[in-house]
């Protein structure tokens, strides 16, 4: 509903604002500019250009926008991500320049004798225009897009917008200091960064830490559970199924800790980041410790020296640490999907679901296969924001505006691949009789047990003589083992109950999972 809308509104404004002698100079708008902007957004014009689109934008509802969307975001997984648009849209874009703007223009007032004890310049007042980031709103936006029509420029419409609401509060003799001394990518370079550690705060680490407390339940739920181990793809030293499962939630706890470590940065210092612009207006401000102080209370870490732009190393380093979360998860799906086809996990059924347009039988484990899929659409895009970010052409140059408008797409399939994986987590039924009876085929796993103690007891070439035993055509049965460790001159009779205990059911070193359970 909101790209149709936003896409209307700019058709809208445009025919509008056309009618109306309009010339903004000096960079501050005439007095029917937002009068000919508010009439773009009339209802009965907005049915107008609704009815004029073509075939392929009209959308009468979202179920209907959803299946004209141009990518599976916004289409087919829309209520999967449905959460990100409050970081990663147009609309939140907006919202969080407008926060910008009004806590720079905040703090100028604790700085600016021009703005201290003046009519209009209170907390009350202070407040209120908080209150206009606070309450922002798709209409709202729609307004700033509307004029942005006109200026043909996404943050000087910001600037009009928050002028028209000084107005409103009685501070219209202070608007000129909105966006003083600021260039486009102070805004920007503030705005997208909060907005990227809000989405991680707020979205995806919650959907994370959550598939993670799945995996640990699990974990514990199957530790007690043998299974056989497979390296190079053939039989192994037995494992627990727990165990295995714990790899991947020691490994995504550990990215996790390094996520919330990261400390995103921004850029705020004028036109080519030296602070010019505030220095020659006002030079006894110690603007670099001022600027700090405002990024600093908004939660983000500002570098002293930049260009034009932030050199985006902290959001490189965001990007390759999500990536490597989305790596963990991919080796976690290819390993549950092995499992199933192994038989070592059975699926829960629902009555009404198909599984292949053919074949009546099928159950796959398509869960796994969405989320390595999603996993790798986002991991390919979080490769090209971290290696193409950082580098820019002298003091600046604009690709960096158009790949950072896809932050959200990375997100939003790692957020469908971590609820996907999920959800084909919770169908897992152990099947506890396949797993015994692998075991039960590869006696032939226990010749390193057997070995090592005979080892531990000074044997001769133990190594050599269970090599002999094992390597043979058809495998090795229980009553071979038996037989070998019955035939062994020269141990104690301990040593040999000791042999003649082990299996492939036990063999399969000590319960780790249940320690971590007590951390």
């Known amino acids: 509903m909101l790209p149709r809308l936003l896409s209307t509104t700019r058709r809208l404004s445009t025919r509008a ?16 500019f937002f009068a000919a902007a508010a009439m773009a957004l009339t209802a009965a014009a907005a049915a107008t250009a609704i009815a004029e689109t073509t075939s392929v934008t009209k959308c009468d509802s979202m179920e209907d926008f959803r299946l004209k969307a141009l990518t599976p975001l916004d289409g087919r997984y829309g209520s999967r991500v ?19 703007e009004v806590e720079y223009f905040i703090e100028l007032c604790s700085l600016l004798p021009q703005l201290q004890g003046k009519a209009g310049i209170d907390a009350a007042n202070l407040e209120s225009l908080r209150d206009v980031y606070r309450n922002f709103n798709t209409k709202d936006a729609l307004e700033v897009k509307a004029i942005e029509a006109v200026t043909n420029h996404d943050v000087k419409a910001v600037e009009y917008f928050l002028k028209k609401h000084f107005d409103a509060l009685g501070m219209g003799e202070h608007k000129e200091f909105i966006h003083f001394a600021l260039t486009s990518q102070d805004v920007n370079n503030v705005a997208q960064p909060l907005m990227m550690k809000d989405a991680i705060t707020n979205v995806y680490l919650p ?115 999500l990536s490597r979360v989305n790596t963990v998860l991919i080796d976690l799906c290819r390993d549950m999907w092995q499992y199933v086809a192994l038989g070592y996990f059975t699926q829960t059924i629902k009555k009404n679901e198909v599984g292949s347009s053919a074949m009546p039988h ?21 490769g090209h924001l971290s290696a193409k970010l950082p580098i820019s052409r002298l003091q600046r140059d604009l690709t960096d505006s158009t790949v950072l408008r896809n932050a959200g797409v990375p997100f939003g399939h790692s957020l469908i691949g971590i609820k996907s994986t999920s959800r084909g987590l919770g169908k897992m039924n152990l099947n506890a009789k396949a797993l015994n009876k692998d075991l039960d085929a590869n006696w032939a796993v226990v010749a390193e047990a057997v070995q090592t103690v005979l080892r531990r ?46 299996s492939p059911h036990n063999f399969t070193g000590k319960a780790f999972v249940k320690d971590h359970r007590t951390k």
């Open 207 to 321: 959907a994370i830490k959550k598939l993670t407390a799945e995996l640990k339940a699990a974990a514990l739920q199957w530790d007690s559970q043998p299974m056989l181990a497979r390296t190079h793809g053939q039989p192994a030293t037995p494992t627990r199924m727990g165990k295995e499962i714990m790899v991947f939630v020691e490994r995504l706890e550990a990215q996790v800790a390094v996520l919330e470590g990261i400390s995103l940065g921004c850029k705020m210092g004028g036109a080519t980041g030296n602070c010019a612009a505030h220095s020659v207006a006002f030079p006894d401000i110690d603007w670099e410790e001022k600027l700090t102080k405002l990024t600093g209370r908004l939660g983000l870490v500002r570098p002293k020296y930049t260009t034009q732009i932030a050199h985006y190393d902290d959001v490189a380093e965001v990007c390759d640490c």
């Open 82 to 100: 449905a959460d990100l648009g409050d970081y990663f849209s147009e609309y939140a874009l907006i919202k969080y320049r407008v926060m910008v």
């Open 17 to 32: 604002l056309a009618a109306a002698p309009l010339k903004v100079a000096n960079g501050a708008p005439p007095s029917n």
């Open 457 to 502: 007891e000074a044997y001769p070439q133990p190594y050599e003589a269970l090599k002999e035993l094992t390597r043979v055509p058809g495998g090795i049965t229980e009553s071979a083992i038996r037989d070998f460790v019955l035939g062994l001159k020269g141990i104690s009779p301990s040593v040999r109950a000791e042999l003649l205990a082990i």
């Open 362 to 382: 099928k159950v796959n484990p398509i869960d796994f296969e969405n989320g390595e899929g999603n996993f790798g659409v986002a991991n390919a895009l979080f």
